[in-house]
Every structure is written in C-alpha cells, then in structure tokens.
C-alpha cells in the first residue's frame, strides 16, 4: 500500500510540474497543452469509442505478431545455443538486427506488401523476433552447468534433456527476453501505424499520427499516455509475476517488485 502511496504522490506531482510549465506561459498552449486538456480528450475519446476501437484494433494487430515472433525466435535461440556455428553467424545476424530501429523495416514492409495488415505484422514480427532469439540463447547458455551434468547423470541426453532440463530451467531469462520482445513490438507497430495508412482498421499509431497533422498536442500526449499505461499494465499483470515466480522456482537471483 505504500508502494502505492508513493507512486500516486510521484505521478501528482508530475501533473502538478506539468500544470505549473503550462501557467508560466512560457510554452504555447497549442505546443504544451494543461493536463487538463489532455485529460478531457482522453474521457471525450473513451466516452465516444474512438479510443476503444483504434486500442483494439493496435492491441490485436500488437498480439498477432508479438506471438508469431516469439513462436520463430525461440526455437531458433536454441539453436543458436546448441554451438559456437550459430552462435557465431545466426547469433551475430540477431543481435545486428536487434540494434536496427524498427522503423527501418518500414519501407521494406511497404514495397513487400503495400498498405496492408500484412506490411504491419512484418514489421511487428522483425521488432520482437531478434530480441526473442537473443533472450533465448542467452537463458540456455546461462543456466547453472550442474543442471545438465546431473540430467546426463540420471541418463537425459538429446531432446529430451533440452525440452525437460534446459528449456525450463531457461524459463526466467525467457520471460525476460519477452518482456524485451514486447516492448519492442511496441515501437515497431507505432512505426508501422504512422507510415502504413490502411482502412481495415485505424490503431492509436494512426490517431498519434493524425494528432500532430492536426496540431492537436492535447490528442498526441493523451494518446502516448495511453500507451505508457497499457505497457505497464501488461508489465505489472503479466511479465513481473511470471519472472519473479520462474527466478524463485528455479533459484536465481531477481530484484522483487
């Protein structure tokens, strides 16, 4: 409750700088619109539905290729793991990508596949893929050697000591990798939807985007404040207790939070 406590003062006292910056009049209100502004576009947007369908429509469009992303990286970071081969060229190949930004795939995805979903989940899959096989390869590799020298002890060789020993005892930095992953899906499919004009659905991309055309600052920052939320939402109801029950289970050392 105090953690709480302490949060709620801290984010007041945000708005409260953000208002005092408004009031000085140093900024513009079209540049630097009050909190207050900002807060009746998200209840005005929330109250009509826009806000609803375009989070969605960028929510299924972010699910879609996030989990076809971590479905290719994962069985392809074993691999990497399994020898220095990989290591050395499938390895080095992701972690090259990993530092390319997302928006880079942009062009590509529209010469490949136009204006449609399709361009989109390539860009979202290439945002979360890399980080996926890096966090992968990184948890087999970094697993306590006793694990698998008592697995070959009892007679577990092959697959059956990966699926079994390696791949769960894995498990903590995977689910770190896709935290990882996820926020990179994030900026890859706000790239995607800025660029990418499509009609089978406008996502919050779209709507930051059409904010700033607009000069509607108070559209552009209520829409960034929607993700922020949605982000640390998934983070909080989903990634950290998985990672912090998987570090417990298996005994490695994780900051609780």
């Known amino acids: 409750?105090?953690?709480?406590?302490?949060?709620?003062?801290?984010?007041?006292?945000?708005?409260?700088?953000w208002e005092l910056a408004v009031r000085s009049g140093r900024w513009s209100a079209v540049l630097l619109p009050s909190p207050i502004f900002v807060g009746e576009y998200i209840?005005?947007?929330?109250?009509?539905?826009?806000?609803?369908?375009?989070?969605?429509?960028?929510?299924?469009?972010?699910?879609?290729?996030?989990?076809?992303?971590v479905l290719i990286g994962l069985p392809l970071g074993l691999l990497t793991s399994t020898s220095q081969l990989f290591e050395d060229t499938l390895g080095a190949l992701s972690l090259g990508f990993q530092t390319l930004p997302s928006v880079c795939w942009v062009p590509l995805a529209l010469v490949w596949f136009g204006q449609t979903e399709?361009?989109?989940?390539?860009?979202?899959?290439?945002?979360t893929v890399w980080s996926v096989i890096i966090a992968t390869d990184h948890g087999a590799r970094n697993i306590p050697p006793i694990y698998a020298r008592a697995a070959r002890t009892m007679g577990s060789e092959g697959f059956h000591k990966w699926t079994r020993v390696i791949?769960?005892?894995?498990?903590?930095?995977?689910?770190?990798?896709?935290?990882?992953g996820w926020a990179f899906a994030w900026r890859s499919l706000m790239a995607a939807?800025?660029?990418?004009?499509?009609?089978?659905?406008?996502?919050?991309?779209?709507?930051?985007?059409?904010?700033?055309?607009?000069?509607?600052?108070?559209?552009?920052?209520?829409?960034?404040?929607?993700?922020?939320v949605i982000g640390l939402v998934v983070d909080r109801a989903l990634f950290s207790p998985w990672e912090n029950f998987l570090h417990r289970r298996w005994g490695t050392n994780v900051r609780q939070t």
């Open 118 to 127: 399709g361009a989109m989940l390539f860009v979202v899959i290439m945002g």
């Open 167 to 180: 791949l769960p005892a894995s498990l903590p930095f995977l689910v770190s990798g896709m935290k990882q």
């Open 1 to 17: 409750m105090k953690r709480i406590a302490v949060a709620l003062l801290f984010f007041a006292l945000l708005i409260g700088l």
């Open 193 to 228: 939807e800025i660029y990418v004009t499509i009609l089978t659905g406008f996502g919050l991309g779209h709507l930051l985007h059409y904010g700033r055309e607009l000069n509607a600052m108070e559209q552009v920052i209520g829409i960034m404040i929607v993700i922020v």
């Open 43 to 69: 209840w005005g947007a929330l109250l009509d539905g826009t806000l609803v369908e375009s989070t969605w429509v960028t929510l299924k469009r972010l699910l879609i290729g996030y989990a076809a992303g």
